[in-house]
Every structure is written in C-alpha cells, then in structure tokens.
T-cell receptor, first 114, second 116 residues
C-alpha cells in the first residue's frame, strides 16, 4: 500500500527563519511527486511537480527537491503570508495501469510569525 | 483561481438525506477527481472519471456515487447521509490525455457538507 508521511506536523517560524519540510514515501511505481499549499477552508493550490531523483524546482521563497525516498520543501526567509498547510502527494499507477491516483500526506501546518 | 468550479460552497442537511455536489473542470481538462477531506482523515481520494468513463475508485462508500456528463462536468451523489460524512469535498481536474503523461491536478474551492 502506498504511504506518504509528512513531518513535522506543525512548524512555527519567525519571519526570515529558513527551514525545511519533509515528505517521505513508500510507493510502487512513482509517476510524480506533487507539493500543494492549502489555506484554511480553501482547495489545495498546486506548487510543484517532481518526477525523478535529483530534480529540483523553485518558486519565489520555495524550493522542492526529490530523492528516491523523500522530498523536501525548503522555505527561505519566510514571510507571514507563507503561513498555510503544505501537502505532499505521490502519483502512482492503479493496478490496471490505465489510471493514476494521488495519495496525499497529512500535511505540515506552517505558521510564520512577524 | 484554479478554473475548477464547485457548487454549492456550503450545504447543511439532515441524516438520511441525499445531496448532489457539482463540479465544472477547467476548460480542456478531461479528467475529474473527487476527494474528501475531514479533520481526522486528511485528503482521501474517492473516484476519478476520464472523458465520461470511470477510471479509478479509491475509498468511496457504496452510498456515494458519481458521474461525468458529456459536457465533462461531474456530480458526486451522497445518499443516506451520516454525521460522519460531514467534510470538505473537493473536485480536481487535469488534462490527462495519456496514462504516461504526468500532469498536475487543479483543485476547486470545495463544498463544505455538514450533516446534522
């Protein structure tokens, strides 16, 4: 069974204090790893897709990296508006091979204090 | 704005009732996914449709069903509702015109269902 574990569950940072969020996974047939941001009561907002170990993607203060077992979301000099829950999801093939599903982790709730 | 539209935004209903949630995917997207998000379960995949056909089923209860219409909008039907069905229900869409193309899914704002 595919498993996705995110840590820490919650993280409080001071504005400007850089840190990393972790997403470790155990899946068969990884087709992609996705990072989403979710604000309270809103739908997840797509951030990044990573397909292969060693790949990195950046967007503003966020940088996502991927290894064979885990992904990191690095946040450099965060601002209060970066406060949200960050979700990691892995995309795998359904056993029939013709469909894919996203399996989500439980998320890291990030709070950036001014 | 992701381009995925869900209605209604909020729904309050009684136990035992039936409700229908509606989703319009992004223009050009053929695939629609439904997810349930509750406080203790996180985001759970329910079902996927591609161009009108069911593609994959996740943790969807037998009391729940879905369909995708020729205009590609989708409806999620929830019946014999229980208190535990209270959750946020999200629809997502993606291009997915090939099993071997990796595409990201874009989520709607969700429907908050409260069963009383």
């Amino acid at each position: 069974e595919d498993q996705v574990t995110q840590s820490p569950e919650a993280l409080r940072l001071q504005e400007g204090e850089s840190s990393s969020l972790n997403c470790s996974y155990t899946v068969s047939g990884l087709r992609g790893l996705f990072w989403y941001r979710q604000d309270p009561g809103k739908g997840p907002e797509f951030l990044f897709t990573l397909y292969s170990a060693g790949e990195e993607k950046e967007k503003e203060r966020l940088k996502a990296t991927l290894t064979k077992k885990e992904s990191f979301l690095h946040i450099t000099a965060p601002k209060p508006e970066d406060s949200a829950t960050y979700l990691c999801a892995v995309q795998t093939l359904i056993s029939s091979g013709s469909a894919r599903q996203l399996t989500f982790g439980s998320g890291t709730q990030l709070t950036v204090l001014p | 704005d992701s381009g995925v539209t869900q209605t209604p935004k909020h729904l309050i209903t009684a136990t035992g009732q039936r409700v229908t949630l509606r989703c319009s995917p992004r223009s050009g997207d053929l695939s629609v996914y439904w997810y349930q998000q509750s406080l203790d379960q996180g985001l759970q995949f329910l079902i996927q449709y591609y161009n009108g056909e069911e593609r994959a089923k996740g943790n969807i209860l037998e009391r729940f069903s879905a369909q995708q219409f020729p205009d590609l909008h989708s409806e999620l039907n929830l019946s014999s509702l229980e208190l535990g069905d209270s959750a946020l229900y999200f629809c997502a869409s993606s291009v997915e015109d090939s099993p071997f193309m990796n595409t990201e899914a874009f989520f709607g704002q969700g429907t908050r269902l409260t069963v009383v």
